[in-house]
C-alpha cells in the first residue's frame, strides 16, 4: 500500500498545497476529501500562481488522476470557472472526476449562510458566507442533493423542489426575504450538470482500484485540525471534520490502509475568522509576520490574524490525527528576528495548563507561557541541505520536535516550489 494523507495541522492556511503539490510528482492520484470553495490552496509553479479551492493539488501533473471526493461540498458554479482557468494556461483537466456522493452547494445554502451571519451580529462566526455550514447541516437532515442527481433530470427535479419548498419557508417566514424561484435554480443547475456530467463517477471505485494495485494516492485535506468540529474551538470551527480521520470516510477508504499521516504547520500561528487564538500578537511582530508572509485568505482576502508557534495546540493536533511526519512551511519568514517564541503551556486561573481545552471560553481566557529561542540573522531561502541551516533554525526544529512529540520531515524556506528542504524520507514510495 502507498496512500498518504495531509491535513492542515493549525487552524488551516498552512501552506497544504503546496506540499501536495511537491509530494504529487510520484503519485497517481490525488484526492481532495473535505470542506469546501471556502477553502483555499495557493500553488506557485512554472505555469504561474494559483488559488485552488475545490480541485487537489496534483492537477499540475500529467497523468495524476485528481478527485473530488465525497467528502466535499461542490459549488458547480466556482468549480467550472476553476476548471476554465488552469485550462487557459494550459492545464489539462481530463484526469478530473468528481464522486456521484459529493453535496450540492445550493443558491440556498450561500443566501442562508450570508443572513445567519448577519442575524448574529457581533456575535458572528466569522464564516466565509459560502453556504458550507448550511451544506452540510442539509446532508445531516438528510435533504442534501449530491452530484449524482445532476445526471437525472426527474431525480434532481424532485429533490429540488422537497428542499425548496423547506427553504423558502424559512427564507420567508424566518429571515422575512423574498422566496427562491424553482425553476430558475432547476435551469441553472440543469446546465451546470451538462457541462459536469463526463466528470461525475463513482469514484470510490477508482480509488478502491489505485489502492489494490499498489499505486502511490495522495488524501488532500482543507482547512486545520482546530477547526474540526468536535475537536476544534467549538462553535467557531468548520462543519466538515478536516482530521486525518475524515480521510478515510471522504475517500472511500479504510483506516488500515493509510501509511503515513502528515501534517502540514507554519512556523507560526495564524488564523482567519473569530474565535479563541491564545498566542495572537496585536503589536509590531504579528503585523510584522503578516506582511513579510502577505498573510491574507486565500479565499476571503481578509488579514489573517498571526501569532507565535502554539505547541500545546500542535501535540493536541499530533495526537488526534495520529500524525506520522509534520511538514513546517513558512520557517524562511524569521530570517532576521532576534529571538523566537513558542508557547509551551498555558496559563489559567493560576494553574499551568499543558492540555488544549475543550472549553473555548477558557481557552480565550488562557494566558501563553513562552520559551524564548534565539533567531538568526541570515537568509535561508536558498537553502537546500539540514546542515547548512544556521544552528538556530535546526534548534527551533528540535524543539519543535520535542513539544509535539513528532518529527519535521519537511522545511519550506521559501513561496517556491523548489524552496523545501527533505529532511526525512516523506514517502512510502520514495
Not at 82 to 104: C, M, P, V
Request: charged letters at 20%.
Amino acid at each position: 500500500m502507498a496512500v498518504i494523507t495531509i491535513v492542515g495541522g493549525q487552524w488551516g492556511d498552512e501552506g497544504k498545497g503546496k506540499i501536495v503539490d511537491l509530494l504529487a510528482e510520484k503519485a497517481h492520484m490525488v484526492v481532495r476529501f473535505s470542506g469546501g470553495d471556502n477553502a483555499g490552496h495557493t500553488v506557485i509553479n512554472p505555469y504561474g500562481e494559483f488559488k485552488l479551492h475545490l480541485i487537489p493539488s496534483g492537477i499540475f501533473y500529467p497523468g495524476v488522476v485528481c478527485i473530488i471526493g465525497n467528502g466535499v461540498a461542490i459549488n458547480p458554479a466556482v468549480l467550472l470557472k476553476e476548471i476554465k482557468k488552469l485550462n487557459e494556461h494550459g492545464i489539462d483537466t481530463g484526469r478530473l472526476y468528481i464522486s456521484d456522493r459529493a453535496h450540492l452547494i445550493m443558491p440556498y445554502h450561500t443566501l442562508l449562510d450570508e443572513l445567519e451571519e448577519e442575524r448574529r451580529n457581533k456575535g458572528a462566526l466569522g464564516t466565509t458566507r459560502k453556504g458550507i455550514g448550511p451544506v452540510f447541516s442539509d446532508k445531516a437532515a438528510r435533504l442534501g442533493i449530491r452530484a449524482g442527481d445532476l445526471l437525472d433530470a426527474g431525480t434532481f427535479r424532485g429533490r429540488l423542489g422537497a428542499a425548496l419548498e423547506f427553504k423558502n419557508m424559512v427564507l420567508t417566514r424566518v429571515y422575512g426575504v423574498s422566496p427562491l424561484s424553482l425553476e430558475e435554480i432547476y435551469d441553472r443547475y440543469s446546465g451546470y450538470g451538462e457541462q459536469l456530467a463526463p466528470l461525475i463517477k463513482d469514484t470510490t471505485s477508482l480509488v478502491r482500484d489505485a489502492v489494490t494495485r499498489g499505486e502511490p494516492v495522495l488524501l488532500e485535506g482543507a482547512q486545520g485540525a482546530l477547526l474540526d468540529p468536535d475537536f476544534g474551538t467549538y462553535p467557531y470551527v468548520t462543519s466538515s471534520s478536516p482530521l486525518a480521520g475524515a480521510s478515510c470516510i471522504g475517500a472511500g477508504l479504510g483506516p488500515g490502509e493509510i501509511d503515513r499521516v502528515m501534517g502540514v504547520f507554519k512556523a507560526y500561528n495564524t488564523r482567519v475568522g473569530a474565535g479563541p487564538m491564545p498566542t495572537e500578537l496585536h503589536d509590531e511582530t504579528g503585523s510584522l509576520i503578516r506582511e513579510k508572509a502577505h498573510e491574507y485568505g486565500t479565499t476571503t482576502g481578509r488579514p489573517r490574524r498571526c501569532g507565535w508557534v502554539d505547541a500545546v495546540a500542535g501535540r493536541f493536533s499530533v495526537q488526534i490525527n495520529g500524525l506520522t511526519d509534520i511538514g513546517l512551511t513558512h520557517l524562511d519568514i524569521y530570517d532576521g528576528f532576534p529571538t523566537i517564541k513558542i508557547c509551551t503551556a498555558y496559563e489559567h486561573g493560576g494553574r499551568t495548563l499543558t492540555t488544549f481545552p475543550s472549553d473555548q471560553t477558557i481557552l480565550e481566557q488562557c494566558q501563553p507561557i513562552y520559551e524564548e529561542l534565539e533567531g538568526w540573522q541570515e537568509s535561508i531561502g536558498e537553502t537546500r541541505n539540514v546542515e547548512e541551516l544556521p544552528a538556530a533554525a535546526r534548534s527551533y526544529l528540535s524543539r519543535l520536535e520535542a513539544l509535539t512529540g513528532c518529527p519535521v520531515s519537511l522545511v519550506s524556506v521559501g513561496a517556491d516550489r523548489m524552496q523545501i528542504i527533505p529532511i526525512r524520507s516523506i514517502s512510502p514510495w520514495q
